[in-house]
């Protein structure tokens, strides 16, 4: 397609995207930008020149661009006063830097014979959506100094306004602005979202609507499970991070309805940019990272990026260490007009001294109130870590309306751990009950392949043009796992938990393999399809489904007591097929700020291992999980501010429950069991809000509140315990003008009511002297708590930035996570301060 019948293709694009109020384009590689108003024919205002301007206040920006261009704009204080910019780095005309430079102010550029001012757009006026070249990667939130993202690569790539379910986005300059360097940190602060934190301070599991979140995409192509990861991913080469909330079966497939997770990669640009960061915080932890992007070769058609980091860091407990390197590297080139390949990978290695388990309780329950700084494991635990991944796509727009995209990662990731740790209730007159046992494993790794072939693009229909999204995958998850066995060269002397010495615990003298787990995992392939049908101006129908086929396998091997030789074999083997999630939306917009909605989306998690009687048994149908959700959306300031409230239910049917007409029998060889019924109820329901972006000039939140109740609705009792019923979280950040024009400065928060963990204990036995006696029932509850965070900044020129983060600002004493009377409960971190160092060139 030529340029000039590209420029057309656009204009008409825009012309009728703007008419229906929208603010982002479903069109892959499709960017929101704030148009020049009118467009200068003066000497040297067409031609590309190198800018360097950092984010910041609007005024200061527009005095270095000038000095830079040698244009002078006419502007009032009024204009300017308490606006912000993004900032740009990279060759770009003079009309293209402005251009940058207003997106969001509600400025634009006017030019009467030679003469430049600005111009205040009319309120309400939205601007216009430009398709620009490939390169650009939908859901990229890089450079726009916003909190809110319009568009999400979620689902394929679709509109955040459109979506007929909850969606949040942890854009870069969010993620930056508060220092959060890995997806855990990221999820503590999402709303809506729940997490576990385990060893190495790191989140463990996350939860959502009263269900667990397990699975993860990149660029909206399933990569696996979150406990796949072995840890959380170093953001370093992701843009953003997308979390959809409630069922999404559509596009994951085997899971829970709780949601899923979305991590954007960061792409070349199309201009030369040089970013660089160093952090220094608490416990000695050091972080330095270079990012750079640059076009390679062909004007630009070549495109490339490469993003290294290193950290070394200890945390707030006793020995555990843990030192990271991680590259990643991605090379983008423009075959045709209208055809991108792209190509890249990662490489992550990690080594230390593995966490800690956590800290026990009392034998009856109670809280031992142990040090935060407490660390129950020996000093000569190891954990070394590796997980290489690799990808390859390639992308054809075969007009302005049809698009063909085809992707495959491969991932693989090895791990060797152990470590010697305290675990077991504790006496709390002696501090004395727990033991010293070894856990970790040999050869733990997984490997991931995963490949997704969709076309994208819209018809005609009945006189109106509507959206289709279809297409297939394939995904193989494969682990291998070994548990492992231990001699000591002396006996382990009785270790106090008040005055536990973790260099007092001997070596131990030989580690042999107990059981292991060879190639074990999941196969799934899926067909699938989605239509956002046009039924008018206003309203929307979204419907879809998913047919798939699921696999699971699992050999497993028994080892002698010398750790050599296979004693016992046995297999757990099972599936399910033609596996149909339906999926149905509607949107109706009221006008240019709000849109109302209602979706019902299912999900399905098989458990063909588990029988019904009468025996031998058949198999069990598959959970299925149902998200029942209305809600409205609202768009302000031009787009600058969003807003989402939602009401939602969800409905998982189908669980495995004991049946009591036959008796239990043991895993066969093919490791099924019987026998079960498919009667468990799960209901969970609540409400969703949230608020992203600018209420005033200068002035970025991000807010989220969640009302959640679930429960099993046989039993009527709480389902999901850890999920508290209350839960907000906020962020917001105020970039000054006039005097302090250059200083920013951010607060937040996250609160939440009461959560629990119950089970049963043993209790104590007179005749013993121990606990050893019946078990009687226990409840650990977290009483309602409010964290807060704050960081100041300064921007000290156009390169250069620094701010300190000040995390825990109050010093709150709580347990992030709760777990049994033998370990597992643990502290959130103490106060801690970090001040990190940024240039971009």
Request: with cysteine; proline share 5%; aromatic share 10%.
């Amino acid at each position: 397609m030529s340029k000039s019948a590209q420029g057309v293709c656009c204009l008409r694009l825009s012309i009728r995207l703007a008419m229906m109020g929208l603010l982002a384009v479903a069109a892959v590689g499709t960017t929101l930008a704030m148009p020049v108003y009118a467009q200068s024919d003066a000497p040297g205002v067409q031609q590309q020149q190198h800018f360097s301007i950092a984010a910041g206040p609007l005024e200061s920006a527009l005095m270095r661009f000038s000095s830079l261009s040698g244009m002078t704009i006419s502007f009032t204080p009024d204009q300017v006063r308490g606006k912000n910019t993004p900032g740009i780095q990279g060759d770009f005309t003079p009309a293209q830097a402005l251009d940058r430079l207003l997106a969001g102010s509600g400025l634009a550029l006017r030019q009467q014979n030679n003469t430049f001012s600005l111009e205040t757009l009319p309120q309400g006026m939205l601007p216009a959506v430009q398709v620009q070249a490939t390169g650009e990667t939908v859901g990229a939130t890089e450079g726009s100094g916003s909190y809110r993202a319009l568009q999400v690569s979620l689902g394929k790539g679709q509109s955040v306004r459109e979506t007929p379910q909850s969606i949040s986005v942890m854009t870069r300059q969010r993620i930056e602005d508060q220092g959060l360097n890995e997806l855990g940190d990221v999820l503590l602060q999402t709303p809506g979202i729940t997490a576990a934190v385990g060893s190495y301070a790191s989140v463990d599991k996350i939860y959502s609507r009263g269900f667990e979140v397990r699975n993860v995409q990149i660029d909206g192509l399933v990569a696996g499970e979150f406990s796949g990861f072995f840890g959380t991913p170093n953001l370093a080469m992701y843009d953003s991070v997308e979390i959809i909330r409630g069922a999404d079966g559509l596009f994951s497939g085997n899971g829970e309805p709780g949601g899923s997770i979305n991590l954007v990669r960061k792409r070349p640009l199309a201009h030369r940019q040089i970013a660089v960061n160093a952090t220094a915080g608490s416990w000695d932890y050091y972080r330095a990272e270079v990012d750079v992007s640059t076009p390679l070769a062909y004007d630009g058609k070549v495109r490339g990026r490469l993003v290294a980091s290193y950290m070394d860091r200890e945390y707030f407990y006793d020995v555990a260490n843990n030192e990271n390197s991680f590259f990643y590297g991605i090379v983008e080139a423009d075959l045709t007009e209208n055809t991108r390949i792209f190509a890249g990978g990662s490489f992550d290695k990690r080594n230390g001294t593995p966490g800690n388990p956590g800290m026990p309780r009392a034998h009856d329950g109670s809280d031992l109130k142990l040090p935060r700084s407490t660390g129950l494991f020996a000093s000569w635990g190891v954990e070394d870590y590796e997980k290489k991944e690799f990808f390859l796509g390639i992308e054809h727009q075969f007009s302005d309306r049809w698009s063909l995209k085809t992707e495959a990662t491969v991932s693989d990731t090895e791990r060797y751990l152990v470590n010697g740790s305290l675990y077991g209730a504790i006496d709390p007159q002696t501090g004395l009950g727990g033991q010293i046992g070894l856990w970790g494993g040999n050869d733990l790794g997984s490997k991931t392949r995963t490949v997704d072939l969709h076309l994208n693009g819209s018809f005609d229909l009945f006189g109106r043009t509507h959206r289709l999204v279809s297409g297939v995958d394939w995904r193989e998850v494969v682990f291998t796992q070994y548990q492992m066995q231990t001699d000591f060269d002396q006996p382990i002397p009785a270790q106090n938990v008040y005055s536990f010495d973790p260099h007092n615990i001997p070596d131990p003298s030989k580690v042999r393999y107990n059981r292991g787990w060879k190639d074990y995992g999941s196969f799934q392939q899926g067909i699938y399809a989605r239509v956002n049908w046009s039924l008018t101006d206003s309203l929307n129908l979204i419907t879809g489904f998913r047919n798939a086929d699921y696999d699971y396998e699992s050999p497993l091997v028994t080892f002698d007591a010398q750790g050599e030789n296979i004693i016992r074999r046995s297999l757990t083997k099972y599936g399910e097929n033609n596996i149909l999630t339906p999926y149905v939306g509607l949107t109706f917009t009221v006008n240019p700020q709000w849109l109302l909605y209602a979706s019902l989306t299912d999900i399905y998690k098989a458990q063909s291992h588990r029988l019904t009687g009468p025996l031998p048994g058949t198999p069990l149908d598959a959970v299925e999980g149902q998200n029942m959700e209305v809600g409205v959306k609202g768009d302000f300031k031009d787009g600058r501010l969003t807003t989402a409230v939602s009401v939602y239910r969800i409905e998982q049917t189908g669980e495995a429950v004991r049946d009591p007409a036959f008796p239990s029998t043991p895993f066969g060889d093919l490791g099924l069991n019987c026998c079960w019924l498919s009667l468990g109820e799960v209901v969970s329901e609540g409400v969703d809000t949230e608020v992203n972006g600018e209420i005033l000039p200068g002035w970025q939140i991000s807010a989220g509140y969640t009302w959640n109740r679930n429960k099993n609705e046989r039993t009527s009792v709480v389902y999901h315990s850890v999920t508290p019923k209350h839960l907000f979280k906020l962020w917001s950040d105020w970039s000054f003008s006039g005097s302090l024009a250059g200083w920013s400065f951010g607060i937040g928060a996250t609160a939440q009511s009461e959560h629990f963990v119950n089970g049963t204990l043993k209790a104590w036995n007179q005749n013993s002297g121990q606990f050893d006696g019946p078990s009687v029932p226990f409840q650990f509850s977290q009483g309602g708590y409010a964290v807060w965070n704050s960081r100041i900044a300064w921007q000290v020129d156009n390169n250069w930035s620094v701010a300190l983060n000040v995390n825990n600002l109050f010093d709150k004493t709580w347990y992030q996570t709760l777990g049994s009377a033998d370990n597992g409960n643990f502290y959130g971190e103490p106060r801690n301060a970090m001040v990190t160092v940024r240039g971009r060139f």
